[in-house]
C-alpha cells in the first residue's frame, strides 16, 4: 500500500518494483546518493517502513512527512544523525501525526540540534513525548542538547508500532530483507 501510494504521488511516471531479497547493505547500497535523485528504497519491518532515497546529499522524505498521515492516517517519522565530522553536523528528529489537526503539516513533535555552517542552534517544538529527558535539552553546550545518542531510542518508542520485538531481525546481518523500489519508468523523473 505504501509503496503505490509513493508512487502515486510522485507522479505518474514512476512504479514500484520489488527487489529480491537481499542483505540491508545490498538494498541500500542501490540508493547511494545521485543527482538527479531517481530511486525510493521501501524496506516494511513490523508495522514500520523505512523509506531511504538516492538524493544528492542522501535520503530527503520532502513533503511526504506531511502528507502521509493526511492521505494514510499514520505517523511519519524523520530522524537524521549527521556526525560532528561531517559538514552540518545534525541531530534531528521530525513526528507528523494524523492527530495534529491543529498544524498545517501535522507537526506533532520536532527536537533539533544542528550547525548549518555557523554556530549550533537547538529547538524544539511541539508536545514532549512522556519518555523524553527534558533535562537534556538545558546542557550547557547547544551541541550536546540533543545528541546522537539521545536520538537513537526514540523512532521506535514513537507510536505503537515502533515497539521494537525480541528478534525482529534489526541489525541481523544474516536477516535477507524484501525491499521495494521506485523509479521512474524509463529513467526518465
Not at 51 to 62: E, K, Q
Request: a positive charge; aromatic letters at 8%.
Amino acid at each position: 500500500m505504501f509503496a503505490e501510494w509513493l508512487a502515486a504521488a510522485l507522479g505518474a511516471s514512476w512504479t514500484p518494483r520489488a527487489c529480491p531479497p537481499a542483505a540491508l547493505e545490498e538494498l541500500v547500497a542501490l540508493v547511494r546518493p545521485a543527482a538527479p535523485w531517481s530511486r525510493n528504497l521501501l524496506l516494511p519491518n513490523r508495522g514500520w517502513t523505512v523509506l531511504l532515497n538516492d538524493g544528492p546529499l542522501g535520503t530527503d522524505p520532502g513533503a511526504l512527512l506531511w502528507h502521509a498521515p493526511k492521505d494514510l492516517g499514520c505517523r511519519a517519522v524523520r530522524a537524521t544523525v549527521l556526525p560532528a565530522h561531517r559538514p552540518y553536523p545534525a541531530t534531528i528528529l521530525q513526528v507528523h501525526d494524523p492527530s495534529a489537526v491543529d498544524d498545517p503539516l501535522f507537526s506533532r513533535r520536532t527536537i533539533s540540534a544542528a550547525n548549518d555552517g555557523g554556530r549550533w542552534v537547538f529547538s524544539e517544538t511541539g508536545e514532549q513525548f512522556p519518555f523524553e529527558d527534558p533535562t537534556a535539552y538545558r546542557r550547557r553546550l547547544v551541541k550536546d542538547r540533543f545528541t546522537p545518542a539521545d536520538a537513537r531510542p526514540i523512532p521506535r518508542r514513537v507510536g505503537r508500532a515502533g515497539r521494537r520485538e525480541a528478534g525482529d531481525g534489526v541489525g541481523d546481518p544474516r536477516r535477507e530483507w524484501v525491499g521495494i523500489t521506485a523509479e521512474p519508468v524509463g529513467g526518465e523523473a
